[in-house]
């Protein structure tokens, strides 16, 4: 099980959610659902990363392992 820390980091929301919008209603929401899915590619990203490093270490213990003595 991987651990990763959440992005944003609880109790912390986007800006483009918390200010006012600037742009026009319509453009605002889609700046918003775009931000959104950009925020979870990148949970996806880190998890998938996290996911990775754990593989590898757990290859290279198996490696040591199963190695004969010298």
């Known amino acids: 099980m991987s651990s990763h820390r959440d992005y944003p ?24 659902k775009a931000d959104q899915r950009f925020q979870a590619a990148m949970a996806e990203a880190i998890v998938a990363g996290g996911e990775r490093v754990e593989a590898v270490y757990a290859t290279v213990d198996v490696k040591r392992r199963t190695e004969p003595s010298r």
């Open 9 to 32: 980091p609880p109790g912390q929301q986007n800006k483009l959610v918390l200010e006012p919008p600037i742009a026009a209603p319509d453009e605002h929401a889609q700046l918003v």
